[in-house]
């Protein structure tokens, strides 16, 4: 590192003072803390998306800010590799240092020994580095973003452009679409999602057109967040084809405050603005705060505030199923793969088994499901939170591309070649994305002419019950086998071992939130009132091992 840059790097960081006494860790989507205590991370984080575009040739990197599905006090940020996927896991180790430096000095030498080893050129001499820059809509992301963005120009050569309001998938999508040398404004964006989606409905077969009833309209709680906004222009785009009410929009109400697809799925209860009375029997879903995962649920006819929830599991049941009645009509052997986590519903998992699918596991986050899922041809993931999408190998979509274009195969392959190439299009390829997953859904609905009740028939969920547990040290939890079993403390495990087997069809895991200061509990089982008593007793346990 040259002289110039050196300087620049310390007085910089000089204005940007860690937090004391707090140590910060780089979690399931990078880090999230109150955000009053961010400005430093942030900051930091600003100069590693500016060092990884240097290490990457110049590739542009994303950079967003958000928390995501937590309280609106709360802010973070997450980053996105060249790829438009979550930053590299061999640069998380660096990410935690730099987040924890004491002071400038600490920090600079850091940087400086990374950048030696990394081959990474700190000297000035034409390095052009690009980080795209986002936020959601929380109060404190205007100042952090101003942070981020100091960080990245004390790169020398870096430069940061900023996007504005928008939800993370569209971030990575547009970081992994200008890394592709194709058009990548939120313009094109939408014109994407929409312009695929009409393709989907267009190739719905004449036959079964007619013998479908409407299936009605989509009432969609925006969790008061940045999906309100965003989607009120797909609404525009698509009138004619969806009908779409929008609620939660952020206009009053609180971000992620009894709202939200992680309140509805974790509480299996109405977001607010939702009314039992009046809603009931409605197709109805919920994206998160940053718009990256949804669900869909119905309220009961109890007159409160009860659903049926379709989670994350089902939305990936339906896209598995849809995606194999199109391979079938292809008569082609393709590799199909579906990812879930030890969240995933016992019967959604049999489910997709008797489907004739491949399901592997992995910890929890988007960064493991979306690595595995590059495996395949075609490969599926979904966590049951409501994260995920489906990936497309390139190989495939040449040969289906080729099919298309191929009238010898006949208009039925045809069809089918295209509508497979039309989700490739619609699903964000770079990260789960609730904008292009719910319009999937709706195109499958009206393709199969499925009510929401009629979805929620594949399979019946195991009664199951998640629970938060707030210990002194969450990172006394270390768990192994895809989060299925405690390592440490020692002696847990075997506890939860012993109640879970009182428990038929029992199963049950614990492990630390990456993005909470919680120990979660997640419990199964043949009953609800087993499932509920299951979590009760594991979340006591968890309390005694731990404090
Ligand atoms: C993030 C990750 C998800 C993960 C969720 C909860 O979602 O992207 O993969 O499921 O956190 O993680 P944890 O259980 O570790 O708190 P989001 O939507 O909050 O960014």
């Known amino acids: 590192m040259n002289e110039e840059q050196r300087s620049i790097l310390l007085q910089s960081s000089s204005r940007f003072p860690p937090p004391k006494g707090t140590k910060l860790s780089y979690g399931t989507a990078g880090f999230r803390a109150d955000a009053s205590i961010l400005q430093s991370t942030v900051f930091r984080i600003g100069i590693l998306a500016a060092l990884r575009s240097l290490k990457t040739g110049g590739a542009v990197i994303g950079l967003m800010i958000t928390a995501s599905h937590n309280k609106v006090s709360d802010n973070g940020i997450k980053v996105a590799d060249p790829s438009g996927g979550m930053l590299t896991q061999d640069w998380e180790p660096f990410a935690d240092s730099i987040a924890n430096a004491p002071d400038p000095e600490s920090l600079v030498k850091l940087i400086t020994d990374f950048a030696k080893k990394e081959n990474i050129p700190l000297d000035g001499a034409k390095a052009a580095a690009t980080v795209l820059l986002g936020r959601d809509t929380r109060p404190s992301g205007e100042s952090l973003l101003e942070a981020a963005n100091k960080g990245i120009c004390c790169?020398?050569?870096?430069?940061?452009?900023?996007?504005?309001?928008?939800?993370?998938?569209?971030?990575?999508?547009?970081?992994?679409?200008?890394?592709?040398?194709?058009?990548?404004?939120?313009?094109?964006?939408?014109?994407?999602?929409?312009?695929?989606?009409?393709?989907?409905?267009?190739?719905?077969?004449?036959?079964?057109?007619?013998?479908?009833?409407?299936?009605?309209?989509?009432?969609?709680?925006?969790?008061?967040?940045?999906?309100?906004?965003?989607?009120?222009?797909?609404?525009?785009?698509?009138?004619?084809?969806?009908?779409?009410?929008?609620?939660?929009?952020?206009?009053?109400?609180?971000?992620?405050?009894?709202?939200?697809?992680?309140?509805?799925?974790?509480?299996?209860?109405?977001?607010?603005?939702?009314?039992?009375?009046?809603?009931?029997?409605?197709?109805?879903?919920?994206?998160?705060?940053?718009?990256?995962?949804?669900?869909?649920?119905?309220?009961?006819?109890?007159g409160d505030n009860k659903i049926n929830l379709v989670d994350g599991d089902k939305i990936l049941s339906l896209f598995a199923l849809f995606i194999k009645q199109q391979l079938s009509i292809l008569n082609e052997d393709v590799g199909v793969g579906v990812v879930q986590t030890a969240y995933a519903n016992g019967a959604s998992t049999k489910y997709l088994n008797d489907l004739g699918l491949k399901v592997v596991f992995t910890p929890t986050g988007v960064k493991y499901l979306h690595g595995k899922a590059e495996e395949y041809d075609i490969g599926i993931y979904f966590e049951a939170n409501g994260h995920g999408t489906v990936l497309f190998s390139d190989h495939l979509l040449s040969w289906l591309d080729g099919i298309k274009n191929e009238p010898c195969s006949g208009l039925e392959k045809q069809n089918a070649a295209k509508r497979l190439l039309a989700v490739a299009n619609l699903m964000n390829q770079a990260v789960g994305d609730a904008l292009s997953g719910l319009l999937l859904v709706e195109a499958i609905l009206q393709h199969m002419g499925w009510s929401v009740d009629k979805w929620n028939e594949l399979y019946h969920d195991l009664p199951s019950r998640q629970l938060k547990v707030k210990v002194a040290d969450r990172s006394a939890v270390v768990t192994t086998n895809a989060?299925?079993?405690?390592?440490?403390?020692?002696?847990?495990?075997?506890?939860?071992?012993?109640?879970?087997?009182?428990?038929?069809?029992?199963?049950?895991?614990?492990?630390?939130?990456?993005?909470?200061?919680?120990?979660?509990?997640?419990?199964?089982?043949?009953?609800?009132?087993?499932?509920?008593?299951?979590?009760?007793s594991v979340a006591k346990i968890v309390q005694q091992f731990l404090g």
């Open 483 to 536: 989060e299925t079993s405690v390592e440490k403390p020692p002696g847990l495990q075997e506890a939860i071992t012993a109640l879970t087997a009182k428990y038929p069809q029992g199963r049950c895991f614990v492990r630390p939130s990456g993005t909470e200061d919680v120990v979660r509990v997640y419990a199964e089982a043949k009953t609800q009132e087993e499932a509920d008593e299951l979590a009760d």
């Open 155 to 302: 790169v020398v050569g870096a430069v940061a452009i900023d996007m504005g309001i928008v939800t993370t998938p569209e971030l990575h999508w547009m970081v992994r679409a200008r890394n592709k040398g194709l058009k990548a404004t939120e313009l094109h964006y939408f014109d994407q999602l929409s312009t695929s989606f009409r393709c989907l409905i267009d190739l719905i077969p004449e036959k079964s057109r007619d013998n479908h009833h409407p299936i009605g309209k989509l009432v969609v709680d925006c969790s008061n967040g940045v999906g309100g906004e965003k989607l009120q222009v797909l609404k525009e785009k698509l009138n004619a084809f969806l009908h779409l009410e929008i609620r939660n929009s952020g206009n009053s109400g609180i971000l992620n405050e009894g709202v939200g697809a992680d309140y509805v799925q974790k509480e299996k209860v109405a977001p607010q603005g939702f009314f039992g009375h009046s809603d009931v029997g409605i197709r109805c879903a919920s994206l998160d705060g940053d718009a990256d995962r949804f669900v869909y649920f119905t309220l009961t006819s109890n």
